[in-house]
């Protein structure tokens, strides 16, 4: 099959996708006047700007029903003036419960705690918008609106508020600068919702209709109508110097302890309203809350999220390209390297952190239908790992086309300086990192490119009542091999309405395709697939939703060989109090492609080009989230390759509201393969204490036991936010053998920054 027929395939989707759907948002307009008051952040609402003021009533409930009017009502008003946008609001009560507040920690996990949220979009582009939130304990969450619904809740900037609880309602004020939004001074008519969540009454409420099934997202916005003219983007500048220091030891290599000191600072520069410049020289993420550890049984190299402050603004510009099994540009690859070497005959992966001398990134709007990004970044060489100093360059441009459709293009590039690649005693050509059917590596040899370029193309096509939207994608990648096929490319169609969801797609991805700044899981295949629910809603006081689901997953490789399928067939149960059942029979064929221990033990491998088949049932359920104590597990048992495999996980989790919140998560394996293979058992513990003694004073200590990796972590983090966005951070980490041997390493690191605006 060649690239041309690929690519007709995958267009051949359009046709079952519908522009010319409809939302009105005409019955939901909220006036906002500018104000020449002066407003306290007391959240008293006492001002008479308030009374004054037009106001968004009525909620309506999204859960547990789609139609009826809130029990609790909420009632918001909005005025503005040349350096604030205010929002105001009364959260009315119905009943004498207390509060459900999981912590005080700031940027709070949405469904785990009470709290009034406003979502705009001031571009009008049903796309990108900024979401403000704050519970009735006067806790604050800030997060960047992408795809019209999803929360980036890591995104953070300086903004005020206070909350006053009365009993009978509790209210709040909130005063959002200017400074910390993008938005178009010319543009009077803003997109917004505002949605409720009042948890111990189980009910969520928004100022308009969105019905179950959908998220609340900026297709089901009203509008904010500005009477007066909005303040023009005027001079700022953020400035975030830091210090850190600390002490570590490697008691594995025998070292001694080393005492270290260091600076270096961000910086943000708002080139417009709308356009904004991130710099940042010598950063330092010793902060970076630590990864959550996995016991990894499969063949493919394991995701984690990005969680570096730096690259989470705009990220959806920079890192949704493609699918989610092949990104051309993932920010984990800068700083944080993953690469292969072969230790005593053994290929390993090595895991290491590269220092960053510097970056840049400019991102946001030019005008209202396009978006760019532009990042510029330079890492320090390693010698340990063996790396030279590396330049990673990223161009995005994004044109927004019918109501909240967008096309994009996207080149990366980078570059290993400072190299001499006759020099193979240090430095070897790889023409494909990441790839699955790489050939043994010399020993001790770390591979390096000099170069390696991706470049191509996004469409996203949303209709706007958000029933229909499908994603195509083409990129190609240039190495110093110079191959001709080095492409991937993929199609995905998505289909919801409150009683079905599904999602069908299709991904090619050829041997040579080579995004070395990328996520690749695998390579050489051609994947189709689909995710289906179905939806049914009884009249029932105890059952919210309950039906049916099936996931299918066909893998060949580009000569259209049989690789891979998996066919899982479920069934769930939501019920009102937020607890949820759902069962699963999974069949399963998998080719091997490279020889494979699934264990990872080191044991007498499977065999390249050996199939297996193998079925599973399971059971998971959650208890409700709302109370003092909740639970969630899942058990797995039956197959897996030529053996069995039983596994149970789950969390227990504890809430002292809102001092502290204890969880404590657990994974068990128990594999047992036919001589001469190896069986093994795998625990994976994870206890986990969070201690919110204000919103300003933070403690996470978080303890993981990893059989697999024989490895014991302790991770133990203290913040003390001083002043708005400025935070004294002190992290104490230590690693060490599970059966009391020794200590691997050790260290504890202090950071201090500081939010200067000029």
């Known amino acids: 099959m060649n690239r041309l027929k690929v690519a ?260 943000k520069v708002a080139l417009s309203s709308s356009l904004n410049l991130d710099l940042t020289y010598n950063p330092d993420f010793s902060q970076v809350e630590v990864d959550q550890q996995v016991t990894n049984i499969n063949r493919f190299e394991i995701f984690f999220p990005e969680r570096r402050q730096f690259f989470l603004e705009n990220n959806d510009l920079f890192g949704t390209n493609g699918l989610r099994s092949s990104r051309p540009f993932f920010s984990r690859r800068i700083g944080i390297t993953s690469n292969k070497i072969t230790v005593n005959g053994t290929e390993e992966s090595v895991n290491g952190q590269v220092p960053i001398q510097y970056g840049a990134r400019l991102s946001g709007k030019i005008g209202n239908n396009w978006r760019i990004g532009m990042l510029n970044m330079l890492t320090k060489e390693n010698e340990e790992l063996g790396l030279p100093k590396q330049m990673y360059s990223v161009a995005v441009a994004q044109r927004k086309i019918f109501a909240k459709s967008t096309i994009g293009f996207i080149a990366i590039n980078k570059n290993s300086l400072n190299i001499n690649l006759a020099d193979t005693s240090k430095y070897h050509y790889n023409s494909s990192l990441f790839k699955e059917k790489d050939v043994p590596l010399a020993n001790d040899s770390i591979y390096v490119n000099n170069f390696n370029t991706v470049y191509g193309a996004d469409v996203n096509l949303l209709s706007l009542n958000n029933k229909w939207s499908s994603s195509f994608f083409y990129h190609r990648s240039i190495s110093p091999q110079g191959k001709n096929d080095e492409f991937a490319s993929g199609a995905v169609v998505r289909y919801l309405t409150r009683n079905v969801q599904t999602r069908v797609f299709a991904n090619a991805i050829s041997d040579e395709y080579n995004a070395e700044v990328g996520f690749i899981r695998r390579k050489d295949l051609y994947l189709f697939g689909t995710f289906t629910n179905f939806f049914f809603y009884p009249d029932s006081e105890k059952i919210n939703n309950h039906g049916p689901t099936l996931n299918v997953f066909y893998y060949t490789d580009m000569s259209n060989n049989l690789t891979d399928y998996n066919t899982k067939l479920g069934y769930q149960v939501q019920l009102l109090n937020t607890a949820k059942i759902i069962v699963e029979a999974e069949n399963r064929y998998e080719k091997l492609r490279r020889d494979f221990d699934p264990t990872r033990t080191g044991g007498t491998p499977l065999l390249t080009g050996d199939g297996f088949k193998w079925n599973t049932i399971s059971a998971g359920f959650n208890t409700d989230t709302r109370k003092v104590f909740s639970f969630e597990g899942k058990a797995t048992i039956g197959g897996f390759y030529n053996g069995e495999r039983v596994n149970v996980s789950g969390q227990l989790n504890y809430r002292y509201q809102p001092i502290a919140t204890i969880a404590f998560r657990f994974d068990y394996n128990k594999i047992d393969l036919p001589l001469p293979y190896n069986s093994a058992e795998f625990w994976l513990l994870g206890p986990r204490i969070d201690f919110t003694f204000t919103d300003k004073l933070f403690l996470t200590t978080f303890v993981q036991y990893n059989e697999q990796e024989d490895n014991m972590n302790i991770n133990a983090r203290f913040q003390w936010r001083y002043k708005p966005a400025s935070d004294l951070f002190i992290v104490y980490s230590d690693n060490y053998f599970p059966d009391g041997s020794g200590v691997k390493n050790r260290a504890l690191v202090m950071k201090l920054n500081y939010w200067l605006n000029i």
């Open 8 to 267: 007709l395939t995958l267009w051949s989707i359009l046709p079952f996708y519908n522009l010319t759907a409809q939302v009105n948002i005409e019955a939901y307009k909220l006036s906002v006047k500018k104000t020449n008051e002066s407003i306290v952040i007391d959240g008293k609402l006492n001002e008479p700007v308030w009374g004054k003021a037009d106001k968004a009533t009525d909620f309506i409930q999204f859960f547990p029903t789609d139609s009826l009017p809130a029990t609790s009502q909420t009632e918001i008003s909005m005025t503005f003036n040349d350096q604030f946008l205010y929002v105001a609001g009364k959260c009315y009560e119905n009943s004498d419960k207390k509060h459900i507040i999981q912590s005080l920690k700031r940027d709070f996990n949405w469904p785990l705690n009470e709290n009034f949220g406003i979502y705009f979009d001031p571009f009008n582009d049903f796309i990108n918008g900024f979401s403000f939130g704050i519970t009735p304990a006067g806790v604050q969450r800030e997060g960047l609106i992408t795809n019209g619904e999803e929360v980036a809740a890591d995104w953070d900037n300086k903004w005020y508020s206070a909350v006053d609880d009365t009993g009978e309602y509790w209210s709040f004020e909130f005063a959002i600068p200017f400074k910390s939004i993008r938005y178009n001074p010319e543009n009077r008519n803003w997109n917004v919702n505002f949605l409720r969540l009042d948890l111990k009454n189980n009910e969520i409420s928004s100022w308009t209709l969105v019905p179950q099934g959908f998220k609340p997202s900026l297709t089901f916005a009203g509008q904010i109508n500005f009477e007066d003219e909005l303040p023009k983007a005027g001079v700022n500048i953020s400035f975030i110097p830091f210090v850190t220091g600390g002490v570590g030891r490697n008691y594995e290599e025998g070292g001694q302890e080393e005492y270290n000191y260091d600076a270096g600072f961000d910086a």
